[in-house]
């Protein structure tokens, strides 16, 4: 018979901690979700960290400052899926209620992970990186009205 573990681990007590020791502005929402402000090369992104306790899986989002203005769904999409096919990690998403596009990615993670600080900064360094890539992109098309395929062209040829 296993002894039950009474110490429930909660990696955002460390998210919290390592990004007020970076100097990131930080709010925590709740027991279990904590969002920090991270300034990248376009715009400050919103990263969003939540626990689910009973799966061990940490999500990830990071929200993307750009609003859409009388762009279609099936535009919106269109391009969710073009941008997506070059990811290899995590995935772009829409979240309609905010109006905004993101990048989502989710890890599994218990006490024992030894290494669970440098998945995370991996993981968020990645969520960065494909944010200010596909920022003039979601630009392009939200703001300019730029067609998906036209306004991935300039990625394309890096």
């Known amino acids: ?35 920090v402000q991270i300034s990248g090369k376009w715009d400050d992104m919103l990263f969003f960290f939540a626990w689910e306790e009973q799966m061990n899986c940490l999500h990830i989002s990071c929200l993307i400052n750009i609003e859409p203005q009388d762009i279609s769904l099936p535009t919106i999409f269109e391009l969710l899926a073009l941008l997506n096919e070059d990811i290899w990690v995590g995935y772009f998403s829409y979240w309609q209620e905010a109006q905004t596009p993101l990048f989502r990615h989710s890890i599994f993670i ?26 003039p992109v979601f630009n392009a ?7 998906p395929r036209r306004a991935l062209l300039p990625i394309t040829l890096m």
């Open 1 to 35: 018979m296993f002894a039950k573990n009474l110490y429930k681990y909660n990696p955002i007590d460390d998210i919290e901690c390592l990004f007020i020791e970076k100097k990131h502005s930080t709010e925590r929402r709740s027991n279990n979700e904590v969002v």
């Open 141 to 147: 098309v939200f703001k300019q009205k730029i067609s």
């Open 110 to 135: 218990d006490r024992t992970d030894k290494n669970f600080i440098d998945k995370l900064t991996q993981v968020t360094d990645i969520a960065l990186t494909e944010c200010e890539r596909a920022y």
